[in-house]
């Protein structure tokens, strides 16, 4: 019950009316001690107008008025005179004097409290006008036993009262709010569990009826929410099953342009000047069909690793790429630069890194290459007090706008003719493994510089490995 909504509802409307009850009870309680005391002064007057033409009444009827009245003695002051108009014998001196003729609610509430946690009987001085102006004061002593008796029990029963009237309300309140907002909700979350049985069928997706304007509004929005999820889905399923497909027609189509490439280059040595001619541009489209093809099934099932994180000298795994890219340029005029740090230490995972490092240095050789005129590479790093920089520089020809805007896209953000573009979203992903960041700083006629940023905290390590 108290886990539900509609349970804590029916608790919380129970303790509030009875705080509003308690509220209501303290000037209560305050009132009904005011109207007893009113109510004694005027039995009090009523019992001393026997003695207003008659002084001499018996002891036993006098003692029978008071007792009736509920008073010890009654003091009447009438033309100037104040009178003892009866009198019984007082067992305690006088307590506390009250004067009823102007008190302020305060005062009341005061009083009231005061006697209710008050048990100890005790004799009080009640002061007064008298009812239709029978003179002008009236005074009675009387014990407060009774009064503290009769303000528990009205006390209890206004207690009664407030629990009775918070089971009501609580109950009214619960059915209500069963009925006109808890069933809305359940509705909403049985959708919400049906659409989850089956994402993929269109007929689970939900469809808005609440009449309240916010679970309307909540319904509308999972709504659009499920349908986009489940055209992603459907879209997903389409593309696994096409990429399936097309790694399956990849791997048939390299078996065969590796064939047809072993006959090219017997072709290759043929005298005819014709064969001779167009044999090294046969053989170039069958080796970028080949290399496409092995980049497609590659990229299909790259699943690398979490990294190993360890620390290392990063200048050690430049050193390899630069001595690898070294045989690639054989006597082409393009010199390789090792700028970083001696001492420079990193913590990461030393053959990703060395993967990362290796496709953006390879990149930039074959578009330098390509272009036939001399230049540079320069490999260089820094370190903050929250990451590590790494920069690949090079004063080659800048990237193609196209290919800057379809960077990270396979398939798209290729920079060469014949290239896939796979090698920069594998190096991003590997550098995203580590928590870090890979991109573009600058690209123009002046050259290329691709940032790689890596973090030093271990939180951001953490995250980026889960």
Same mark, same amino acid.
């Given at each position: 019950m108290i886990k539900s909504l509609s349970g804590r509802f029916l608790l919380l409307t129970?303790?509030?009316?009875? !705080?509003? &009850? %308690?509220?209501?009870?303290?000037? =209560?309680?305050?009132?009904?001690?005011?109207? @007893?005391? #009113?109510?004694? +002064?005027?039995?009090?007057?009523?019992?001393?107008?026997?003695?207003?033409?008659?002084?001499?009444?018996?002891?036993?009827?006098?003692?029978?008025?008071l007792r009736n009245a509920g008073i010890y003695n009654v003091v009447l002051r009438r033309d100037q005179v104040r009178r003892l108009a009866l009198s019984t014998t007082i067992p305690s001196p006088i307590h506390e004097t009250f004067d009823l003729r102007s008190p302020s609610a305060w005062v009341l509430i005061g009083d009231a409290l005061h006697r209710f946690v008050d048990p100890e009987p005790?004799?009080?001085?009640?002061?007064?006008?008298?009812?239709?102006?029978?003179?002008? !004061?009236? &005074? %009675?002593?009387?014990?407060?036993? =009774?009064?503290?008796?009769?303000?528990?029990? @009205?006390? #209890?029963?206004? +207690?009664?009262?407030?629990?009775?009237?918070?089971?009501?309300?609580?109950?009214?309140?619960?059915?209500?709010?069963?009925?006109?907002?808890?069933?809305?909700?359940?509705?909403?979350?049985?959708a919400m569990k049906d659409y989850q049985s089956a994402p993929e069928d269109a007929r689970k997706v939900i469809k808005p009826t609440a009449s309240i304007t916010e679970l309307r509004e909540a319904e509308e929005a999972l709504a659009t929410l499920e349908e986009q999820l489940t055209h992603l889905l459907k879209q997903k399923d389409r593309l696994a099953q096409l990429g399936g497909a097309v790694s399956k027609i990849s791997h048939d189509l390299r078996n065969i342009l590796t064939s047809a490439q072993l006959f090219t280059d017997r072709i290759e040595m043929s005298e005819d000047p014709t064969v001779a001619r167009l044999a090294p541009k046969l053989v170039n489209s069958i080796t970028r069909a080949v290399n496409l093809c092995e980049a497609?099934?590659?990229?299909?099932?790259?699943?690398?690793?979490?990294?190993?994180?360890?620390?290392?000298?990063?200048?050690?795994?430049?050193?390899?790429?630069?001595?690898?890219?070294?045989?690639?340029?054989?006597?082409?005029?393009?010199?390789?630069v090792d700028d970083t740090p001696a001492g420079m230490?990193?913590?990461?995972?030393?053959?990703?890194?060395?993967?990362?490092?290796?496709?953006?240095?390879?990149?930039?050789?074959?578009?330098?290459?390509?272009?036939?005129?001399?230049?540079?590479?320069?490999?260089?790093?820094?370190?903050?007090?929250?990451?590590?920089?790494?920069?690949?520089?090079?004063?080659?020809?800048?990237?193609?706008?196209?290919?800057?805007?379809?960077?990270?896209?396979?398939?798209?953000?290729n920079a060469r003719k014949g290239g896939t573009g796979l090698g920069l979203i594998i190096s991003l992903e590997l550098i995203r493994g580590h928590g870090g960041e890979l991109s573009l700083e600058t690209s123009g006629p002046e050259g290329t510089c691709f940032l790689i940023q890596l973090p030093k905290s271990d939180l951001t390590l953490a995250a980026a490995a889960e």
């Open positions: 129970i303790i509030f009316v009875m !705080l509003a &009850e %308690v509220l209501i009870f303290v000037p =209560s309680i305050a009132r009904f001690r005011e109207d @007893y005391l #009113l109510a004694r +002064l005027e039995r009090a007057q009523i019992a001393s107008l026997a003695t207003l033409e008659n002084d001499m009444i018996s002891v036993e009827a006098e003692e029978e008025l005790r004799v009080i001085r009640i002061i007064g006008n008298p009812v239709n102006d029978a003179g002008t !004061l009236i &005074e %009675v002593t009387l014990g407060t036993a =009774s009064l503290r008796d009769a303000m528990v029990s @009205y006390g #209890l029963n206004i +207690l009664r009262l407030s629990l009775l009237i918070s089971v009501v309300t609580a109950g009214l309140l619960f059915v209500a709010v069963q009925w006109g907002l808890v069933r809305p909700i359940n509705n909403f979350v049985s497609t099934l590659a990229f299909g099932r790259a699943e690398d690793a979490a990294p190993s994180l360890n620390r290392f000298a990063l200048a050690d795994v430049v050193g390899d790429v630069i001595a690898s890219e070294q045989l690639a340029v054989g006597d082409f005029a393009l010199d390789l230490m990193i913590r990461a995972d030393a053959e990703q890194l060395y993967r990362v490092i290796g496709n953006l240095v390879r990149n930039a050789r074959q578009a330098i290459v390509a272009t036939g005129k001399p230049a540079q590479i320069i490999i260089c790093a820094d370190e903050t007090p929250n990451e590590w920089t790494i920069r690949i520089k090079d004063t080659g020809p800048g990237l193609p706008p196209k290919a800057q805007e379809n960077l990270f896209k396979a398939f798209e953000g």
